[in-house]
């Protein structure tokens, strides 16, 4: 072997890169001056991509495998550098290596509310958040548009504007979908292959893709949220009446003083009850021969709930809302509500209460 042989063997490079950051995108290969030797070679592994610049100038791309950096390997180097066939002269070039593989758990999420038109509620307040992918899935595009010259990019430094991005295109979509509020939760899955369609075609211009978009959750303002609460216990109660007995029962049944009080009063109750059927039953309990037939159980008369400037006031009875109704407080188009009916009600619509409004008091009395 001569000395020019292994000198030769001697400036023959490796160039690979291995990576454990799981955050980098770009990695450019260090090399003093910039000079690579004719014959080097070059390794990329699956998950990667190698593109060569040359003098500012994207040369060529390669995808895994292991490659010989020779004339024949490199058609559109050598057609910029004009080499002929066989020349083995050092050339300066840059290479950088992409990261092709997925960067996962990625987290998005809206800043500011978004304004929807919800069907039941009207117009609501809505924010979500989730997770996303990113994959490179065009190198040279990628390296062209967002890194430039940068020789250590990593997924930090354009995961904002891809959550920019993301934040647009989910206002967008959500916003004219038509589905209602309380329907998101069933329907996120379908949401969310309509976000990543629209995402990945705008990220496409950067060379990147969308592979997985996931919404974790959409929620309403914590007022309204409360409101909802409220609104879903009343349906919960149903009959008010039955719900007093058993909160009663159930207090009397924990103890202490209340229920021991409640006990007490239930027993003179009982106590009665028991002597007026004594006294009925004669001076032996002999039954009489003909018991008396028991009245009627008094009529179950109503209380309202008046809805006041968004918020819920009462219960009032009856005799309450014809004061309300004198003094201007309760109006025709108040809305009222009633254990047992159907949603809220204009006062003028309940028969109940609509001749709170048509019968008029007599006139005073002379000197009043």
């Given at each position: 072997?001569?000395?020019?042989?292994?000198?030769?063997?001697?400036?023959?490079?490796?160039?690979?890169?291995?990576?454990?950051?799981?955050?980098?995108?770009?990695?450019?290969?260090?090399?003093?001056?910039?000079?690579?030797?004719?014959?080097?070679?070059l390794t990329v592994r699956e998950g990667q991509a190698a593109v060569f610049v040359h003098e500012g100038q994207l040369a060529d791309v390669f995808t895994p495998g292991l490659y010989m950096l020779e004339t024949n390997n490199m058609p559109?180097?050598?057609?910029?550098?004009?080499?002929?066939?066989?020349?083995?002269?050092?050339?300066?070039?840059?290479?950088?290596?992409?990261?092709?593989?997925?960067?996962?758990?990625?987290?998005?999420?809206?800043?500011?509310?978004?304004?929807?038109?919800?069907?039941?509620?009207?117009?609501?307040?809505?924010?979500?958040?989730?997770?996303?992918?990113?994959?490179?899935?065009?190198?040279?595009?990628?390296?062209?548009?967002?890194?430039?010259?940068?020789?250590?990019?990593?997924?930090?430094?354009?995961?904002?504007?891809?959550?920019?991005?993301?934040?647009?295109?989910?206002?967008?979509?959500?916003a004219g979908s038509g589905i209602p509020v309380l329907d998101m939760a069933a329907n996120t899955r379908e949401l969310g292959k309509l976000v990543a369609g629209e995402i990945s075609q705008k990220v496409a211009e950067y060379g990147l893709?969308?592979?997985?978009?996931?919404?974790?959750?959409?929620?309403?303002?914590?007022?309204?949220?409360?409101?909802?609460?409220?609104?879903?216990?009343?349906?919960?109660?149903?009959?008010?009446?039955?719900?007093?007995?058993?909160?009663?029962?159930?207090?009397?049944?924990?103890?202490?003083?209340?229920?021991?009080?409640?006990?007490?009063?239930?027993?003179?109750?009982?106590?009665?009850?028991?002597?007026?059927?004594?006294?009925?039953?004669?001076?032996?309990?002999?039954?009489?021969?003909?018991?008396?037939?028991?009245?009627?159980?008094?009529?179950?008369?109503?209380?309202?709930?008046?809805?006041?400037?968004?918020?819920?006031?009462?219960?009032?009875?009856?005799?309450?809302?014809?004061?309300?109704?004198?003094t201007g407080e309760l109006s025709r188009d108040t809305y009222v509500w009633t254990p047992g009916q159907d949603g809220w009600l204009r006062a003028e619509d309940v028969q109940e209460l609509a001749q709170l409004f048509t019968i008029l008091?007599?006139?005073?009395?002379?000197?009043?």
């Open positions: 072997m001569g000395i020019l042989d292994f000198l030769t063997g001697e400036f023959i490079d490796v160039i690979h890169w291995t990576d454990d950051s799981r955050d980098t995108m770009v990695w450019r290969f260090e090399r003093e001056g910039h000079e690579i030797k004719y014959g080097a070679k559109i180097l050598t057609t910029l550098q004009h080499w002929d066939h066989g020349f083995k002269s050092p050339f300066k070039s840059e290479i950088y290596f992409v990261n092709t593989t997925r960067f996962t758990d990625l987290k998005w999420g809206t800043k500011n509310p978004i304004m929807c038109r919800d069907p039941e509620f009207g117009p609501v307040r809505l924010r979500a958040f989730g997770t996303y992918s990113v994959k490179v899935t065009d190198p040279a595009k990628f390296l062209v548009e967002i890194v430039g010259t940068d020789g250590e990019f990593t997924m930090d430094e354009i995961s904002y504007q891809i959550r920019n991005i993301i934040v647009q295109e989910f206002s967008r979509t959500i893709t969308i592979p997985e978009f996931y919404i974790e959750n959409i929620s309403l303002p914590p007022a309204v949220e409360q409101a909802l609460d409220k609104r879903t216990s009343m349906g919960l109660v149903g009959d008010l009446a039955k719900f007093t007995q058993y909160s009663a029962a159930e207090a009397m049944a924990r103890g202490g003083e209340a229920g021991a009080g409640m006990g007490a009063g239930l027993g003179m109750g009982m106590g009665m009850a028991m002597a007026n059927q004594m006294a009925q039953s004669g001076p032996w309990g002999a039954a009489p021969a003909q018991a008396p037939a028991a009245p009627p159980p008094p009529p179950v008369e109503h209380v309202w709930h008046i809805a006041v400037n968004g918020e819920t006031k009462g219960p009032f009875s009856k005799a309450s809302m014809g004061k309300m109704a004198s008091p007599p006139p005073p009395p002379p000197g009043a």
